[in-house]
């Protein structure tokens, strides 16, 4: 754990936001290690592959982890550069009555039956809008609060998540080739070139992927890159840079697409998120 920098970035009775970057130096499964408390984990920046037994969830900005209390895992990076992810800890009664109960295993204390869900463009936008704000200083700790719960609503929220489905094989297959494609967000990749990585016709991958992500893998790639346009916003004075370091064809077309997958343009985001 030594290896992991937290800032706690709001702390209340009702809610803890904590930012976690890990430098990703354990190329192979690092000691098992046991959670201390239910935990909502966005990753926002890098890929990790999360174990429990038998079975790996790679965790990127398109999902929500379920830390469970006492549950045991592992980590492993196969992708150079680190990790961060956003984590929220929200008090047990106020998190039951937020998650739908089909979400949540029977008992005490609290755990959530599935290892991830994927999440919605929009909350994307919440985890990148909250950690900005708070970072920044520009929050005040009810409005943190209130964009948390938010953010929690929204991804339990049966609406707007995904739970994956299919067979384990499938699945698999599915996690690989995020895998693939993380490893270089601005490559422009080929159907072709992703189904030789991973081992399978280019038909069957796109039809499985449709099938276990809920959206085609185009869109999926789009996403990655968007997720990525969000923590990186405050860093880049030309968002035309952005725009090409991320892969786009053009500046009107990252703007177009963050546009209409965030409601609201880069610009316009980044005054939200940083300068109000």
């Known amino acids: 754990m030594s290896e992991f920098t937290v800032h706690t970035l709001l702390q209340t009775p009702t809610v803890t936001v904590r930012d976690v970057y890990c430098p990703g130096l354990c190329r192979h499964m690092s000691e098992e290690e046991r959670a201390g408390e239910t935990q909502l984990v966005f990753p926002y920046r890098g890929v990790y592959v999360r174990h429990v037994g038998d079975n790996l969830t790679v965790a990127e900005n398109s999902q ?24 929220l800890t ?51 700790p009810l409005e943190g609060e209130s ?47 992703i189904a030789a990585e991973v081992g399978v016709s280019p038909v069957y991958l796109t039809q499985v992927f449709q099938r276990v992500e809920g959206l085609p893998l185009y869109r999926y790639q789009l996403r990655l890159r968007l997720a990525r346009a969000l923590d990186l916003l405050g860093e880049y004075e030309d968002l035309s840079a952005l725009s090409q370091d991320l892969g786009f064809s053009s500046h009107s077309h990252f703007s177009a697409a963050f546009q209409q997958t965030y409601g609201r343009s880069p610009t316009e985001f980044r005054q939200s998120a940083l300068h109000r």
């Not at 937020?98 to 919440?126: H, M, N, S, W």
């Not at 609503?153 to 693939?180: D, F, I, M, Y």
């Open 147 to 193: 964009l948390a719960l938010t953010l929690v609503q929204r991804s339990l929220g049966p609406r707007t998540t995904h739970a994956a489905g299919s067979t384990v094989g499938q699945q698999r297959l599915v996690e690989r080739t995020k895998l693939v494609l993380a490893s270089d967000l601005s490559r422009r990749w080929a159907l072709a070139e």
């Open 90 to 140: 929200v008090r047990e009664p106020m998190l039951r009555e937020l998650a739908p109960k089909t979400l949540l295993q029977d008992g005490e204390p609290l755990r959530f039956v599935l290892p991830r869900l994927r999440i919605d463009p929009r909350a994307q936008a919440l985890v990148m809008l909250l950690r900005h704000s708070l970072r920044e200083r520009i929050a005040e």
């Open 64 to 87: 929500v982890l379920f830390f469970n209390v006492g549950e045991m895992y592992r980590i492993s990076h196969p992708i150079e550069g680190g990790d961060a992810s956003l984590a």
